[in-house]
Nanobody, 120 residues
Framework: VQLQASGGGTVQAGGSLRLSCAASGRTFSSYDMGWFRQAPGKEREFVAAIRWSRGSTSYADSAKGRFTISRDNANNTVYLQMNSLKPEDTAVYYC??????????????WGQGTQVTVSS
């Protein structure tokens, strides 16, 4: 599966952005999907994940209550709605896919990343 992330940009603190990740391939609906981010000088970190079936979700503590991950299997797309953005959310955001990644944390497919910048 190939992934293409989009929707990044520059927003003021308190604002919102919705990231999209379009996937190619007929088996998208069988992949768990995740969003990660990497800020300058920091390691990549987990943000949110959604299971391929029944839509179970998981969030990093930093994302809980502000971010929502969702997926549209009919359109091979996963979304990350980000509200109440903070300057510390500034990072390159990556989407990822993996067969059983929701439980293993192992993602074998990665998108190219989209920059999110939150100004104070």
């Amino acid at each position: 599966v190939q992934l293409q992330a989009s929707g990044g940009g520059t927003v003021q603190a308190g604002g919102s952005l919705r990231l999209s990740c379009a996937a190619s391939g007929r088996t998208f609906s069988s992949y768990d999907m995740g969003w990660f981010r990497q800020a300058p000088g920091k390691e990549r970190e987990f943000v949110a994940a959604i299971r391929w079936s029944r839509g179970s979700t998981s969030y990093a503590d930093s994302a809980k209550g502000r971010f929502t991950i969702s997926r549209d299997n009919a359109n091979n797309t996963v979304y990350l709605q980000m509200n109440s953005l903070k300057p510390e959310d500034t990072a390159v955001y990556y989407c990822a896919a993996g067969r059983v990644a929701f439980t293993t944390g192992q993602y074998g497919h990665w998108g190219q990343g989209t920059q999110v910048t939150v100004s104070s």
